[in-house]
């Protein structure tokens, strides 16, 4: 299974989905603990620390929330200019973006505030309408 790679195809069909629930970035130098680590969906190893996104919790005071849309289309890792096309179009609406590419599918964080802004945007973009 390699999944679409036109470009056209994967704009037209990308069926944005809003995933329940809040999400957090984190970072560790030490790393997490296992009973943390069992609820993140990534874990990243950088040279200044571990970076994890999990479920926001009630003790994340002060942490900026995400909401995450899954791009449902599968998308083909060699896919060029897909997030290109996603994060331009979010950037032009103030939009920030912090994308994650999986073997099946692209997940793009935006802030959680923004989350039906960056929803309509996706949907428009499918239509090849403006975003505004």
Same mark, same amino acid.
């Not at 999986?102 to 959680?112: E, G, M, N, Q, T």
């Given at each position: !299974? +390699?999944? /679409? ?8 069909? !990308? %069926?944005? %989905?809003?995933?329940? =629930?809040?999400? $957090? *970035? ?5 790393? *997490?603990?296992?009973?943390?680590? %069992?609820?993140? &969906?990534?874990? *990243?190893?950088?040279? /200044?620390? #571990? ?9 994340? $005071? =002060?942490?900026?929330?995400?909401? !995450? #849309?899954?791009?449902?289309? +599968?998308?083909?890792? /060699? @896919? #060029? =200019?897909?997030? @290109?096309? &996603? ?7 103030? &939009?920030? #973006?912090? @994308? $994650?590419? @999986?073997?099946? +599918?692209? +997940?793009?964080?935006?802030?959680? /505030? ?19």
């Amino acid at each position: !299974m +390699h999944g /679409e790679r036109n470009l056209d195809t994967l704009l037209k069909t !990308m %069926q944005p %989905q809003l995933a329940d =629930g809040k999400w $957090v *970035f984190r970072t560790s130098k030490s790393g *997490f603990d296992a009973a943390t680590l %069992q609820t993140a &969906i990534l874990m *990243f190893r950088e040279p /200044e620390g #571990v970076t994890i996104i999990s479920p926001a919790s009630t003790t994340d $005071v =002060g942490l900026p929330t995400w909401a !995450m #849309v899954t791009l449902s289309i +599968h998308s083909g890792l /060699e @896919a #060029v =200019g897909f997030l @290109a096309a &996603i994060t331009t179009s979010l950037a032009a609406m103030g &939009i920030p #973006v912090n @994308a $994650v590419s @999986a073997y099946y +599918h692209d +997940h793009i964080f935006v802030p959680y /505030e923004r989350r039906d802004d960056a929803l309509e945007c996706l949907r428009c973009m499918m239509r090849e309408t403006e975003c505004s």
